[in-house]
């Protein structure tokens, strides 16, 4: 198809990269929106990302499946960036079969959330955030 990728794969696929082969995520093309809560966010090295992570999952304060991928660029808090980061990890590490799955489907032009449905064999978008952070808990 021609539409471009999700903005949240695309991110969470850079940061992944990034975060790899660099050892930082300090490469900006487009600056993020900070949002009040993004403080902690904004100065953690990657090195720092999964105890936050873990954090905002244990208090229930980590961005919303939503919140993540219906962002723009331009829109993304730092926090939701970095969860792109860790869901894209987690798809790649746990569940890569149904990652390949998923890049076909988009593109091949299929619409965002029944491509991540289907792929990922969840009914809902809540449903694979549910997954997400019990692999944060059991990982970080």
Known sequence: GDRPPPVW?????AYVFQAGFLGTASCYCIPG????EDAAWESASPEAWPALLR????RGTSPSIHA????????MSTAARIKTWSLTDWLLAERRAGM????????AGEEHDAA???AFGVADLEELDRAWQEWVLASY
């Open 116 to 118: 991540v449905l289907a």
């Open 68 to 75: 993540v991928v219906g962002a723009s660029v331009e829109t």
């Open 33 to 36: 929106t900070p949002q009040a």
């Open 55 to 58: 954090e905002s999952v244990l």
């Open 9 to 13: 794969l695309n991110e969470g696929i």
């Open 100 to 107: 390949r799955d998923l890049l076909r489907r988009l593109a």
